[in-house]
């Protein structure tokens, strides 16, 4: 069956646009969560989502980014005032439902450019 | 709070040798625990995963992994790498909110 898919595969952009990346899950799971990998690190917990609500957003940044999931499949995560420091690839993983023993299953990931 | 470290940013192994990457965590109850692999231009693979039970788990491609409670580690090993074992491997710990938190991976080259 067809995995998680995200698109844009990559974007570029200028300081100060807005972007947004989607992520479509694995049909079926419950859980959809978003990581941010930079360079030479492992991915890093952004946001999870539990159906259409979020469950821990506990991960992100600051107010300039937000995720939402309103009908508990496809998630968008939205960049506001992007900065070169918002450069990475930004990886969602979806579930069969909540619990960390769940494999999470991720995607290729969006590649962020920010100029 | 949890924590994942990685000690070996790189790894060269020649193909045929035995591999072993370690792995060490900061948690405080029984961890659940994972290994990804992630290919250029791939998305993250998971290899192996142990939650509780035999300590040694047997993963894909022909790794295992070993818990090891007395030294907070889960190092994963290979007897003989393959050259298309080259890629970055993350370890990772299940955390309570159900995030998943990474070490900041092993560069495996495999040299023929």
């Known amino acids: 069956g067809a995995g998680v898919s995200q698109t844009p595969s990559n974007k570029v952009t200028e300081k100060g646009k807005y972007v947004e990346l989607r992520c479509d899950p694995i049909?079926?799971?419950?859980?959809l969560y978003w990581y941010r990998q930079s360079l030479g690190q492992g991915p890093e917990f952004l946001i999870y989502?539990?159906?259409?609500?979020?469950?821990?957003d506990s991960g992100l940044p600051n107010d300039r980014f937000f995720a939402v999931r309103p009908e508990g499949s496809v998630s968008t995560l939205k960049i506001q005032r992007t900065e070169r420091g918002d450069s990475a690839v930004y990886l969602c993983?979806?579930?069969?439902?909540?619990?960390?023993?769940?494999?999470?299953?991720f995607g290729p990931g969006t590649r962020l450019t920010v100029l | 709070a949890q924590s994942v470290t990685q000690p070996d940013i790189h790894i060269t192994v020649s193909e045929g040798a035995s591999l072993e990457l370690r792995c060490n965590y900061s948690y405080g109850a029984t961890p659940y625990l994972f290994w990804y692999v992630q290919s250029p231009g791939q998305g993250l693979q998971l290899l192996l995963k142990?939650?509780?039970?035999?300590?040694l788990v047997q993963g894909i491609k022909g790794f295992e992994a070993e818990f090891k409670r007395s030294q907070s580690s889960f190092n994963l090993r290979k007897p003989s790498v393959h050259w298309s074992d080259a890629a970055e491997y993350f370890c990772a710990v299940g955390a309570d909110t159900d995030k998943l938190i990474f070490g900041t991976g092993t560069r495996l080259q495999v040299f023929p």
């Open positions: 989502f539990q159906g259409t609500g979020a469950a821990d």
């Open positions: 142990y939650f509780s039970g035999d300590t």
């Open positions: 049909s079926g799971h419950t859980a």
């Open positions: 993983a979806s579930s069969p439902g909540a619990g960390s023993y769940n494999e999470q299953f």
